[in-house]
């Protein structure tokens, strides 16, 4: 798995990160080590480009949530009750992680597994830009 990190300014700066392979068990503490890095170094909105990532696995998914957990304590947007009924209701989408680009099987996983009911997923980087 390949990493690259850009960054593109919207009404935010949005940190873009290209990944290029599988995140699953291997390769899923690489990638969550590259978002821990920019989190820590001030970034707060991602964008994951996932066009060229055939497979999300569970190690995968606990990474996206692990991200969506460090963002959102950091640059908390409601209170927690009212961000846990906006998920049940889904009402509430993160303003700090989106998704772009999925392959037929990483969004089939994305839907199964609840994801996409608080996560943005965009057909489109430029889209998902947008949408931050």
Do not use: C, W
Not at 16 to 41: P, T
Not at 70 to 92: C, F, H, K, W
Request: aromatic letters at 8%.
């Amino acid at each position: 798995m390949e990493i690259k990190v850009s960054t593109e300014q919207g009404r935010v700066p949005v940190t873009e990160l290209y990944v290029d392979g599988n995140i699953y068990s291997i390769s899923y503490e690489s990638f969550l080590s590259k978002a821990n890095e920019l989190i820590s170094s001030g970034t707060r909105h991602i964008l994951i480009d996932l066009e060229h990532l055939p497979l999300v696995s569970s190690a995968g998914l606990r990474a996206f949530n692990n991200i969506f957990n460090r963002l959102r304590e950091l640059s908390p947007d409601i209170i927690d009750v009212n961000m846990r009924n906006g998920i049940n209701a889904g009402t509430y989408k993160s303003p700090h992680l989106k998704l772009a680009n999925p392959s037929r099987a990483t969004r089939l996983a994305l839907e199964t597994s609840g994801f996409s009911i608080f996560l943005e997923i965009h057909p489109y980087v430029s889209s998902s830009i947008a949408a931050f």
